[in-house]
């Protein structure tokens, strides 16, 4: 009886979990409209959004202490707990970026001319697919769509440090440029941050499902050869 307890209880959280993500993609993605279309109405709407993430993040804590009180789950009940956890404390830090970006692109909204940088949208895009990719890969248990999340992270890094580079360059040839730059750079900053936590539930969809942690080896989960 105990365990068709835990097993519903179990349902109901991970049921708020789902509703989290759908929650934290909806921010992205307007935070990713207010930059791209100038849209500065969506900012208030991003931050009680944000109201809302933040009070689900609890009860979905809450809950979770609960019921491992009441079952004092082993194994890989203890695991699954224990991943839900990790990963409601990670949509609540993207559903945070998710406000410092729609921010950002209001304080830019003052530069309608402010050349952002080509590689800037391509970034979002790809960690806007890392954090779909991470909740597929919770749902189906897929450990390869969880290894692919991982993969990409290397490549939002990689776009971080290209736009870095080219507000550098801009900011050096026109003083006037340096408050709209250090925005955009922000906004870079926060966007490869949501690629790090959406990195993060991937690396605890892999511990759910095969026990291990795999975090800091992804050489060893992707069988590269060491770095000598």
């Given amino acids: 009886f105990m365990s068709k307890l835990f097993e519903m209880e179990m349902q109901n959280i991970e049921r708020k979990l789902m ?3 759908g929650l934290v993609e909806k921010m992205i993605d307007d935070a990713v409209r207010s930059l791209s279309e100038h849209r500065v109405d969506l900012v208030s709407q991003i931050i009680q959004s944000d109201e ?8 979905i804590e809450e809950e979770c202490l ?3 009180a009441l079952h004092q789950p082993v194994a890989v009940n203890l695991r699954r707990i224990a991943t839900v956890l990790k990963i409601n404390i990670d949509l609540e830090r993207i559903a945070d970026l998710a406000c410092n970006i729609a921010e950002r692109a209001e304080s830019l ?5 402010f050349p952002i940088p080509d590689q800037l949208p391509t970034m979002v895009k790809l960690a806007t697919e890392m954090v779909r ?3 597929d890969s919770f749902v189906e248990l897929d450990t390869k769509k969880a290894a692919d999340v991982i993969r990409g ?3 939002v890094d990689e776009l971080n440090r290209d736009v870095i580079e080219e507000l550098r360059n801009l900011m050096m040839t026109d003083s ?4 709209p ?3 955009c750079f922000s906004v870079s900053r926060h966007v490869e941050r949501i690629g790090d936590h959406a990195e993060n539930i991937a690396e605890d969809v892999i511990y759910l499902v095969d026990g291990a942690i795999v975090r800091h080896r992804h050489g060893q989960l992707f069988n590269e050869p060491k770095r000598l």
């Fill in 19 to 21: 509703s989290l993500f």
């Fill in 52 to 59: 809302r993430v933040n009070q689900t993040e609890v009860t």
């Fill in 66 to 68: 609960k019921v491992l």
């Fill in 109 to 113: 909204n003052q530069f309608p001319y």
């Fill in 133 to 135: 990719k991470a909740l």
């Fill in 153 to 155: 992270d290397a490549r």
């Fill in 176 to 179: 006037q440029l340096i408050e």
């Fill in 181 to 183: 730059g250090m925005h």
